[in-house]
């Protein structure tokens, strides 16, 4: 799995996914937003931590300068 997020991506999917995790706790986690909301946090988050996404790589785009 080569990494192909750069550091800029990473930082603004963090944070989205942060932000988004904090929505879906407003829900209380329950109910289609809240469980939208969970979704995509957890892949924001997941996807900043291993530095890989999937779509990028089905996409071959890739914005890691390294």
């Known amino acids: 799995m080569k ?4 550091k800029v991506d990473k ?3 963090l944070f989205l996914g942060v932000i988004f995790l904090i929505i879906s706790y407003a829900y209380g ?3 289609t ?3 939208i909301f969970l979704i995509l946090g957890l892949l924001l988050v997941l996807t900043s931590a291993t530095s890989f996404c999937p779509l990028y790589s089905i996409l071959r785009m890739n914005t ?3």
């Not at 990494?3 to 750069?6: D, E, L, S, V």
């Open 33 to 35: 937003t809240g469980i």
């Open 11 to 13: 930082f603004i999917r």
């Open 3 to 6: 990494k192909n997020i750069g």
């Open 29 to 31: 986690f329950a109910g």
């Open 64 to 66: 890691n300068k390294e």
